[in-house]
């Protein structure tokens, strides 16, 4: 149990480092070591392809928990109220299963 009350501290410490990579890119896409002639950086940030990358690259991870969460779950619980949870958790998940694909499951239902 005291590794399960501590772990705000790592999730405060994953999302520091994980912000301070993104800022990290960010700058090294914005200002390369590359220069133009007057000494002005020459670089961008492409906001779709940094969009799209996240995207691409969350997506393998979310599609398999989901799945499994969606299609699996049924066989990890038991109990009295087990099956009234899970009809309805299933009944969800077939009808909104691709907002989460799409991230927009907290704005849609």
Request: glycine fraction near 8%.
């Amino acid at each position: 149990l005291s590794i399960i009350q501590g772990a705000e501290f790592s999730v405060d410490t994953f999302f520091t480092l994980s912000g301070l990579l993104v800022g990290v890119n960010a700058l090294k896409e914005l200002y390369p070591v590359k220069r133009t002639v007057d000494g002005e950086p020459k670089g961008h940030l492409n906001w779709f392809l940094y969009y799209f990358h996240r995207y691409w690259r969350l997506l393998p991870s979310l599609v398999i928990l989901q799945t499994v969460a969606w299609k699996l779950s049924k066989y990890f619980g038991a109990g009295p109220l087990w099956y009234q949870y899970q009809t309805g958790y299933d009944a969800t998940c077939d009808k909104y299963w691709w907002t989460n694909l799409l991230f927009i499951n907290g704005f849609y239902p």
